[in-house]
């Protein structure tokens, strides 16, 4: 059994930054892989990024080279650093932790938290 816990959600403007924290809990943080997910209104779960527990991290195209994903074993504790949003970021995001990271985008396995929700508007 896995516990996650988002944080760190809220409203900011176009070209500003968020970031986002997700605490674990459990037996298998330290070895298993880590991602966020999005869903906005009207659309299916979209995966956003994701860090193995190597550390090798991969982005959906939508999100590169704008988003960062990282993780703190110390504090058990994933983390999605947001900068230069853009409307179409507005989502609640969700935290996930799996066994294995092979594959994401379209697979909704594993343990998920409440979610976070993220609003960008002017």
């Known amino acids: 059994q896995v516990q996650l816990v988002e944080s760190g959600g809220g409203l900011v403007q176009p070209g500003g930054s968020l970031r986002l924290s997700c605490a674990a809990s459990g037996s298998i943080f330290s070895i298993s892989a880590m991602g966020w997910y999005r869903q906005a209104p009207g659309k299916e779960r979209e995966w956003v990024a994701a860090v193995t527990s190597g550390g090798v991290t991969t982005y959906a195209d939508s999100v590169k080279g704008r988003f960062t994903i990282s993780r703190d074993g110390a504090k058990n504790t994933v983390y999605l650093q947001m900068n230069a949003m853009k409307p179409e970021d507005t989502a609640v995001y969700y935290c996930?932790?799996?066994?294995?990271?092979?594959?994401?985008?379209?697979?909704?396995?594993?343990?998920w938290g409440q979610g976070t929700q993220v609003t960008v508007s002017s």
């Open positions: 996930n932790s799996r066994r294995y990271g092979l594959r994401w985008e379209g697979v909704l396995t594993g343990y």
